[in-house]
């Protein structure tokens, strides 16, 4: 079964820290370019951060540059985004999301996304 599984979220105070995880199934996920996208109540869905397939390159939003980490484990089918300092402005449901062979700039900004996981909620507030 082709799916992407976020865990992760929850509740944090300002300042604080998450990571949240997502875990690849039926696909070669080495492959594929992996992004986490997140959407308000209200608001447009936006990309946050997106990784290459090799892992080699990645981009970020500039609302998270030097605050938030995205990683790959390709030999566990993972994807790590570690959020530090977190701000109430962070608060949205986030999802990860798989595009193959694609540009992380053209995944991220174009919202360009074939697979979509369930989505995790993160709530920053105190």
């Known amino acids: 079964q082709v799916q992407l599984v976020e865990s992760g979220g929850g509740l944090v105070q300002p300042g604080g820290s998450l990571r949240l995880s997502c875990a690849a199934s039926?696909?070669?996920?080495?492959?594929?370019?992996i992004g986490w996208f997140r959407q308000a109540p209200g608001k447009e869905r936006e990309g946050v951060s997106c990784?290459?397939?090799?892992?080699?390159?990645?981009y970020y939003a500039d609302s998270v540059k030097g605050r938030f980490t995205l990683s790959r484990d390709n030999a566990k089918n993972t994807v790590y985004l570690q959020m530090n300092s977190l701000k109430p402005e962070d608060t949205a449901v986030y999802y990860c999301?798989?595009?193959?062979?694609?540009?992380?700039?053209?995944?991220?900004?174009?919202?360009?996304?074939?697979?979509w996981g369930q989505g995790t909620q993160v709530t920053v507030s105190s």
């Open positions: 999301a798989a595009q193959p062979f694609t540009q992380v700039r053209t995944m991220c900004v174009g919202l360009s996304v074939g697979l």
């Open positions: 039926g696909f070669t996920f080495g492959h594929y370019t």
């Open positions: 990784i290459s397939d090799s892992g080699d390159n990645t």
